[in-house]
Nanobody
Framework: QVQLVESGGGSVQAGGSLRLSCKYY????????MTWFRQAPEKKREAVAA????????YYDDSVKGRFTISQDVAKRTVYLQMNSLKTEDTALYYC?????????????????WGQGTQVTVSS
């Protein structure tokens, strides 16, 4: 059984930075898609960044390219989302999700395991 635990959310002013962490708990750290999603009030859940843990291949939504960076620390079984130049429209509940299949899809229904979410609030 896979358990994902996010941390690192908070409140920041526009232009600031935050780093989210997603710790992966399971018997093995398998090659898989680790994807960060976000959901703002009354909006659909959307994928913002993904990493294939087997070779560090990454995907970014156009809205975060150049500002967000996804990475992993295999020894710590943790995936990070470094968020720079934050905008008010980045405000959302951020989730990490995991699935064993490639490619990493942007459809939330493709993901088997989810964390509980961490809130990011960006003020102007």
């Amino acid at each position: 059984q896979v358990q994902l635990v996010e941390s690192g959310g908070g409140s920041v002013q526009a232009g600031g930075s935050l780093r989210l962490s997603c710790k992966y708990y399971a018997e093995r750290y398998s090659r898989s898609c680790m994807t960060w999603f976000r959901q703002a009030p009354e909006k659909k859940r959307e994928a913002v960044a993904a990493i294939w843990t087997g070779d560090d291949s990454t995907y970014y939504d156009d809205s975060v390219k150049g500002r967000f960076t996804i990475s992993q620390d295999v020894a710590k079984r943790t995936v990070y989302l470094q968020m720079n130049s934050l905008k008010t429209e980045d405000t959302a509940l951020y989730y990490c999700a995991n699935d064993l299949t490639w490619p990493c899809l942007s459809d939330p229904s493709s993901y088997t395991h989810w964390g509980q979410g961490t809130q990011v609030t960006v003020s102007s």
